[in-house]
């Protein structure tokens, strides 16, 4: 294994999303019980202008990156219509996925609460991709 620092990024491009979107096929190929995701419908469910979430709601998705190999992702979101009604600065994060590494996991967090504070949120609570639904 790689043994540099994970260091987090958010996802820009095309070419990120792909690489956002198979962080879990990486993570759980040898798991026979793993059934994948639609690939289709995870790009749609992560675009703005397909996503009806996006009405109400911001977010950025983040890769967690050791070296040049993707080991994690992360969004970090803020649902306005979750902010009208409970009025508490909560944020939320969701997506999250990677090995079983604590520099990862921290680091994957850390990234969401850094994106959630600068936006206003005092609170962060998940995994909400990106509901609870």
Do not use: C
């Amino acid at each position: 294994m790689d043994n540099s620092p994970v260091k987090v990024r958010p996802v820009l491009s095309k070419e990120d999303r792909k690489k956002f979107l198979a962080v879990p096929f990486d993570i759980y190929k040898d798991d026979r019980n793993w059934v994948p995701q639609l690939n289709l419908e995870r790009l749609l469910h992560i675009t703005t202008s397909t996503n009806p979430y996006f009405r109400h709601a911001e977010a950025q998705l983040f890769i967690a990156e050791r070296g040049t190999q993707v080991v994690g992702r992360i969004s970090a979101q803020i649902d306005r219509l979750y902010l009208e009604r409970y009025q508490d600065s909560t944020g939320h994060f969701g997506f999250i996925e990677a090995p079983d590494d604590k520099e990862t996991f921290t680091a994957l967090l850390a990234m969401a609460e850094s994106w959630l504070k600068s936006r206003g949120m005092t609170r962060i609570r998940g995994p909400f991709s990106f509901s609870i639904n």
